[in-house]
């Protein structure tokens, strides 16, 4: 993956990243809420609760649980069916999840007030390039004790901060033990901190990942790192040179500043069922390619990051961006680099749901630089697009389906193409 970003000024060494990470997140915002604002006396992180999901469609699953809950055997994901018959007594409150984005922008905002360049990773994850902060260069442990105290003393909730000097390592550091707590994960703490954990703590390695690592005789990141990376590529394809990498702490991935609401072009599905297929995911992520870059033609605009997520059957949120090398509006290129992407960090767990979101939003965009090694023919691409435009702008979106969208089967075109804007456009 290309790092051409302008926020990465420093070489890999001298960078001090920060992974913040909410505790139990939609438990402790809802606990937060009820006795800070509905004066409620009982805590709901200290009894056996969990927030359940919706009930009516397919997500009667545990969305988080409280740690009495999680010591009685309750687990993330599991159906509440289920988490009632072990633990008869469980408390089950539902989402509230316009509670969770205003707690997700305090937090946001707390972030930014003390760093400038602070990438939102999920609803309750946020990555922060400390780099250029003379006090958190002097003491970035300290600096990050101060920061998680004022978080957990005006917004009533506890956060984890990883510290380290790149995404990755940051990230792996705020899953130590929590709550409350700061961690590093120097390079030179991989070994004794990182290396002993089993494999699926890893970064982007789910249930599918595991499993083949095991036949394969490898349980321990450390393993990992000591395996070719020939083998693992073998075996894994692009997926497994991108845990190799992860194993051996390797990560150059920028921290890429998040726009602020609607500044970036986004859409995000949930799939009526579990994906397994890769041609799927990817006819979904052309879906979404299209519906976003159609937008950026709308609005005459070109954008330069994207970035695809991935939520697995059992709740785990991967998302990976990348930085262009030239603007683009063009559907085939945004899906080109979408599906690159997504071979990077998918490692074949059941997929729920899938998100293009794309920032860096420039108006008048320079002229692409040519490229002796990509000889494209953005100008074709580019006049097919304004094409497929003027004719749905003229007869409707239904008019024209790109030929790889077809439904194979029984499918209307109609549920193909959802152009009405995603409810769950990320900010
Ligand atoms: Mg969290």
Redesign the pocket.
Known sequence: MRDTGKNNRNSAADRLIYHC?????FLSWEASFRIHQLGEKLDLRTITAIIGGDREKRHGIVLAASMPAKKAGVRTAQPIAEALRICPELVVVPPRYDLYVRCSHSLLAILHEVCPLVEQFSI??AFCDMSEIAGARRDPVGFANALRERIRDELGFTVNIGVSVNKLLAKMASDFTKPDRVHTLWPDEIPTKMWPLPVRDLFFIGRATEARLHAMGIRTIGEIAHTPETVLRGALKQHGTTIYRFANGIDYEPVIDSPPPNKGYGNSTTIDHDVTDPAEAKQTLLRLCDTVATRLRADGVRISVVAVSIRTFDLRYYSHQTVLESPTDITTELHGQACRLFDSMWDHTPIRSLGVHTSRVSQDAPARQMSMFDTTDYERYGRVDRAVDALRKRFGNHVLTRASLLPPKEESPEDNLPFARSDSDET
Do not use: C, P, Q, R
Not at 21 to 25: G, K, L
């Open positions: 990470d909410v505790n139990s997140a309750d994850e």
